[in-house]
Each structure stands twice: as structure tokens, then as C-alpha cells.
């Protein structure tokens, strides 16, 4: 009976030391991200260190007529164009609300954030709302490796769960840039809709490498393409990137707790676009 209890004890403390080392490593993951908005916020500050080499940095805004554009930085280059915000405006960015999966030494961020640009000789202040995707990697402490820019779609308002009005009743100062842009409705998407991916504009995509999504559809055994050996399910990815498990009706028993874990263990997708806004989409897998 003690032999017993030891190895119960033993086991215990095991999974304790795990879920712990797993809790401390996303509390350092995001205390580098508080330290890259610290920064970002702060004038003369640069902004690279906070970034791997080679990292990518993706911007997604809109015109006054509601056309999407993308522009894509280095590290470096980002850090230029900020600086050069900084000639004319005080910067300050706040993450509201923040998603976070971690997969190894990957984490993903999905956050939606505040920047707010006072004027540096008259004092005027814009608020822009936008949603940031974050790609973290272990080098050398944590560290970005991608990061998604995309402001608000003046059509589209970012959702109350994203942006919830407990948190944000008190940001009332200044004028939204969003607000300011949007004269008329324009929505052609239908935002209570599942959309196949041929329906999409943009098809999600997992962040990193091809061979990180390619890696974990190995080690389920699962594909894209159809097999007389594996059975379908369905996958559908909400506007904020997060993957649930939805159509199972083909799957048995263990079929259905493989293919559950296999969904638990993805980091948060880059969200399908439709009509210049992330839309709520479906992909068809099979799992042997």
C-alpha cells in the first residue's frame, strides 16, 4: 500500500512539474509581448530585438473606400516605419483581449488591440482598433517570428467578444479612425454563415512552415485527400482563428478522440477572408 501511494505520489508531482513548466513558459511568451508593446510604445526605442531574424511582419489595412492593402516588412523595416509615425504622433498600443496556444516551442497569439496617435503638435488623438497575430518561437528567450497586422474593417466592427464593452467603456477619447471612414454599409458576406473554403476569398492558413501542419496531419494519421482507409470529418475555423471539431458522424470511437486531440493541438489559423473581413470556415479532413 505505501509502494502504492509512492508511485501515485511520484506520478502526481510528475504531471504537476508539467503543467506548471507549460503555464511558465506561456507567462514568459507573454511577458515578451507586453515587453514588445512597452516598446513599441516608447519613442526612440527600437522594436527588432523583439523579432527573430528573417521574422515577417504583415499590414492589413483600408482605404476610405473600403479597399484592402497589404504591405509586408522585415523587422527592420517595420521599426522604420514606425519611427517615422513617431515624427509626427506619441504612440501608445494596449492589447484588450488576448488568445493564446502553445504547441511545443510554438506559441500562438491572437489579440485585439488599441493604438492610440496624439498629435504631436496639436494633442489630436485617433483611436485605431485592429487585431494582431502573433508567431513566437524559442530563440534566445521568445521571440516573434510572424506578425499579422489587420486594422478594423470600417464595415466589419471588430466583435463585442474581442472588443467587450466592460473593458472598453472607459476609451472615449479621441475619434476612431473606423469611424471617421464608414459613410455606408458595405456587407456582402454573411457574417452568421460556415463558408466551404472554394466559397472564400482567402482559405485559412497555419501559421509557420508548410511542414509544421504537414508534421502534426502525420502523427494523427491524418489527410486532405480522400481515402477509402480514413473516414471525414469536419473542422471549422472561426473568425479568430480558433479550430473546433464539428461533423463526426463517420468517425468511431477512437476515431473520434484521435481526431480531438489532433484539433486540441493546432495553434490558432489564420483566419479565412471573404468581402475584406475573417469569416467563420469549414475544411473536410480524413482520419484513419
Known amino acids: 500500500m505505501i509502494l502504492i501511494r509512492l508511485h501515485i505520489t511520484i506520478l502526481v508531482l510528475a504531471l504537476l512539474s508539467a503543467f506548471n513548466s507549460k503555464a511558465q513558459e506561456v507567462d514568459n511568451s507573454i511577458n515578451a509581448l507586453d515587453k514588445y508593446f512597452s516598446?513599441?510604445?516608447t519613442s526612440g526605442q527600437s522594436i527588432t530585438s523583439h523579432f527573430t531574424n528573417g521574422?515577417?511582419?504583415r499590414t492589413i489595412t483600408y482605404d476610405e473606400e473600403g479597399?484592402?492593402?497589404i504591405n509586408s516588412f522585415s523587422a527592420s523595416a517595420f521599426n522604420d516605419e514606425i519611427a517615422l509615425l513617431r515624427s509626427d504622433f506619441h504612440i501608445l498600443q494596449e492589447p484588450v483581449v488576448l488568445l493564446n496556444q502553445s504547441y511545443g516551442g510554438l506559441q500562438s497569439v491572437f489579440c485585439s488591440v488599441r493604438t492610440r496617435l496624439?498629435?504631436?503638435?496639436?494633442?489630436d488623438t485617433l483611436n485605431v482598433r485592429?487585431?494582431?497575430s502573433f508567431q513566437l518561437i524559442q530563440s534566445d528567450g521568445w521571440k516573434i517570428q510572424h506578425l499579422v497586422i489587420?486594422?478594423?474593417n470600417p464595415w466589419s466592427p471588430i466583435s463585442d467578444d474581442l472588443w467587450p464593452k466592460e473593458l472598453t467603456a472607459s476609451i472615449r477619447n479621441g475619434k476612431n479612425i473606423s469611424e471617421s471612414q464608414a459613410s455606408e454599409p458595405f456587407e456582402t458576406y454573411d457574417p452568421n454563415k460556415v463558408y466551404n473554403v472554394s466559397e472564400v476569398d482567402e482559405a485559412p492558413v497555419y501559421p509557420g512552415q508548410k511542414s509544421l501542419f504537414?508534421?502534426?496531419m502525420k502523427s494523427f494519421d491524418v489527410t486532405l485527400q480522400e481515402d477509402e482507409s480514413h473516414s471525414p470529418f469536419i473542422i471549422e475555423i472561426a473568425e479568430d482563428g480558433l479550430a473546433s471539431l464539428k461533423?463526426?458522424?463517420d468517425l468511431s470511437g477512437s476515431q473520434m478522440e484521435s481526431a480531438k486531440s489532433f484539433v486540441n493541438s493546432m495553434l490558432i489559423w489564420f483566419p479565412a477572408i471573404k468581402d475584406k473581413a475573417s469569416v467563420r470556415c469549414k475544411m473536410v479532413m480524413y482520419i484513419k
Not at 496624439?118 to 494633442?123: A, G, I, T
Request: glycine fraction near 0%; hydrophobic fraction near 35%.
Open 247 to 249: 461533423y463526426v458522424n
Open 130 to 132: 485592429s487585431i494582431h
Open 39 to 41: 516598446t513599441s510604445s
Open 150 to 152: 489587420q486594422n478594423e
Open 67 to 69: 479597399i484592402q492593402i
Open 214 to 216: 504537414q508534421d502534426l
Open 55 to 57: 521574422a515577417i511582419v
Open 118 to 123: 496624439v498629435r504631436l503638435d496639436n494633442k
